[in-house]
Nanobody, 127 residues
């Protein structure tokens, strides 16, 4: 079984930075990709960023170069570094893993059809 524990959220002012973490330990599958998602005021879950088994990354258009996704498989940790945060980034952020193919590229983990989800970590950005 795979357990994802996301953390690092908080309440900060616009223009600030946060780094989210997701501890996933050892995933007992031959390959997988991982992603960050969020659910905000519209109450719809949307993809933020994905990182594939090959290390390639993909980002939603609204990221506009402000976020960086990375993973450390040796430690079993996924990260999302966020800078220049805006009030529109206020949401519950979730990490997720996909172990079914396709999972090679970062774009493969921009789908809501993921296999495992964290419980979420809240991010609140005030103006």
């Amino acid at each position: 079984q795979v357990h994802l524990a996301d953390s690092g959220g908080g309440s900060i002012q616009a223009g600030g930075s946060l780094k989210l973490s997701c501890d996933y330990g050892r995933i007992p599958y031959s390959g997988y990709c991982m992603g960050w998602f969020r659910k905000g005021a519209k109450n719809e879950r949307e993809a933020v960023a994905g990182i594939g088994a090959d290390g390639s990354t993909n980002y939603a258009k609204f990221v506009k170069g402000r976020f960086t996704i990375s993973r450390n498989d040796a430690q079993g940790t996924l990260y999302l570094q966020m800078i220049n945060l805006e009030p529109e980034d206020t949401a519950m952020y979730y990490c997720a893993a996909r172990v079914r193919p396709p999972f090679k590229g970062g774009g493969d983990c921009m789908s809501l059809n993921m296999d495992y989800w964290g419980d979420g970590t809240p991010v609140t950005i005030s103006s």
